[in-house]
């Protein structure tokens, strides 16, 4: 499975994984994928550093990309308290409410309370600057266009930089900007996502765009028919993501209780897309805690950066729970698909081998 | 392009074409793919009886097939005086005070203002023995599984029945009842539509109905390249809809003012998924119609089918007003890629060309 983008970045298939865990990342970079770090979780650069280091060390010298979550405009800005005297009061005590009713219980005395600060401008820029001092190849960006001075500060050191499209129109203003290659980001993903599926999506961005530049599908990917369908799409590579949770080196994250069995027994009518994660609208597993927003009464959801802050502690709760029935997690409708945890490496050659499979399928029905 | 679906109908691509127009059916049909006729518009069964004898005569004897709007079970019941009794005065006053303000004139006098009874259940009861009269290879249901008892009459009348399933449960209930294929809908499609995506609900159903039962992709089907992703994902033939409304077979179906102008412009964001056409989700075009039902203050849409009964005057007004702006049509996601208006022999012929061209493009990427 060869496209261009092999070529541009030195890796074996054009399988692109987005995925928190330097584990799972390193292990697709090391199967001849390109493991993308995800830096939204990394309060402290310092561990952010430490953790690129390691990445460094444990990727036989492949290729290698970082995520960051940075909007074009600088939006509210200031510390997690400053952010802190926006919340209407009103949302904090659905909250608390939800998570009484819910039987998730306080964090242990002394546990940390801090919100995920990747969301804001600042310390996603920290987050480029720490990157840039390693040897990412790639650096995406899941809110669209980074501003265009971190583009060219992106450009100068040599990488190319990526980032998510939900629709044509947005796709053609990041390569305005500069953006080297557009992720396709289908209805269908976790995480941020628009309201157009993938099959309708990616060619519509493939030919907004043009042939020079390179698109990945991204949103419904978790098998080798899934690659073959998006290619057959005009994709040069595919973006994946929720797959990688299904995996034995994702264990390795901290904070893992209760998601496995929440994702091996979901079905792809169990996620939903909802503003309450971050403030914009993003896929998640549907959960007691999802359903809970959008039961009649519920606030509406905050705009970003202030709807994070204010279910940060929950999340927190939540996940030091583990309680299944109530995880608050992006994920794709691909879960699904997700029934067994097995290495990185075999899902990835159970990837390629069924893309080459599916092709030949195809070469039957066309009569080639 | 040839699957096990072209021996079992005779047809020379699996391109299933769902059309209101008698015209587009017959011409797919002639082109060697299967023009499949709605039937829901038809109030009248000898209008039907005379449009099907028109279908015998004008598709050099090859096969076409029948669309049904039916529920398994026997919904709420009655003539269109009856049941509008049940419609809440504050819906009427809404459709009304609604159109007012879009500036859509009331009819001319005389002019029929009955609504669509092909959504009650006894109209598409007659509509099957109408179609069992001629000779279509298939009828489809798109409420998914019809009545046993109508299954039963199709399968000793020699015919296939399909039925749409927007998810794999669903699927694998139709199979149960003695459906024989399934079109698995998927969320960019026009008309009823669940909620999950074609890239995830084909493989799903695929997987779920087993070998045995064909499935058709159905759902951001527009283009070879899209056909050659849903065959991808293990579909054996697709089931198109929307691109039909872009053919100048379609011109002859009465009631086509405006829509032209609005499909042609249309982009894939241009769409929205709502109960307001019959009362269970349907993708429809965006306009200024279907925006006035999202406001705050506007009512629920009432349930099936009730809701249709409700906004037919406000269709034929508007139909006949044809102010592309308010026009109330159901479409899929791929409205954006309709933009020109061509025989139907042409767009079968590109799909076909587009389809062989992304197989082998494919082949170069896999190194076969």
């Known amino acids: ?54 990445m460094d060390d444990n990727t036989d010298g492949r290729p290698y ?17 400053d952010l802190s005297s926006y919340i209407p009061e009103e949302h904090r005590r659905f909250v608390d409410e939800t998570l009484l009713e819910l039987g998730v219980p306080p964090l242990p005395e002394g546990e940390g309370r801090e919100g995920v600060l990747g969301w804001l401008h600042s310390v996603a820029r920290s987050h480029v600057d720490v990157a840039l001092q390693h040897r990412p ?20 050191a ?15 203003s990041h390569v305005a900007n500069g953006v080297d290659i557009i992720i396709a980001q289908g209805y269908e993903a976790g995480g941020h996502t628009g309201e157009i599926a993938s099959m309708v999506l990616t060619p519509d961005i493939v030919d907004a765009v043009g042939p020079d530049v390179p698109v990945l599908g991204a949103g419904g990917i978790g098998s080798g028919r899934q690659i073959a369908a ?24 901290a904070g893992n209780k209760g998601w496995e069995t929440a994702f091996l027994r979901a079905t792809s009518s169990d996620t939903v897309r909802t ?59 691909i879960v699904g698909r997700m029934n067994e945890v097995r290495p990185v490496a075999e899902v990835i050659g159970e990837l390629v081998a069924e893309f080459e499979a599916t092709v030949k399928k195809l070469d039957g029905i066309a009569g080639i």
Request: charged share 20%; with cysteine.
């Open 137 to 156: 190849v790639l650096i995406a960006n899941a809110l669209g266009s980074p501003p265009v001075d971190v583009i060219e500060q992106c450009h100068e």
């Open 1 to 54: 499975m060869r496209t261009a983008l092999c070529d541009a970045f030195g890796i074996d298939h054009p399988i692109f994984a987005f995925t928190p865990s330097e584990h799972v990342a390193a292990a697709v970079s090391r199967a001849g994928g390109l493991g993308v770090l995800g830096c939204v979780r990394f309060n402290d650069t310092d561990e952010l550093d430490r953790v690129l280091t390691w």
């Open 275 to 333: 503003r309450i994660y971050t403030g914009k609208p993003a896929r998640l597993l549907k959960t007691k805690w999802t359903e809970a927003w959008s039961e009649e009464g519920a606030p509406a959801p905050l705009p970003m950066p202030l709807q994070n802050l204010l279910v940060a502690d929950a999340h927190n709760r939540i996940n030091a729970s583990g309680d299944p029935d109530v995880i608050s997690m992006p994920v794709g409708q």
């Open 230 to 253: 998006s290619l057959a799409l005009g994709a040069q590579g595919v973006w994946t993501g929720s797959i990688w949770l299904g995996t034995e080196e994702y264990r390795n994250l």
């Open 65 to 81: 990309g970082v995520d960051v979550v940075m909007p074009m405009k600088i939006p509210t800005e200031g510390t997690s308290a």
């Open 158 to 172: 040599g990488l190319k930089v990526a980032a998510l499209a939900g629709a044509p129109k947005h796709a053609l």
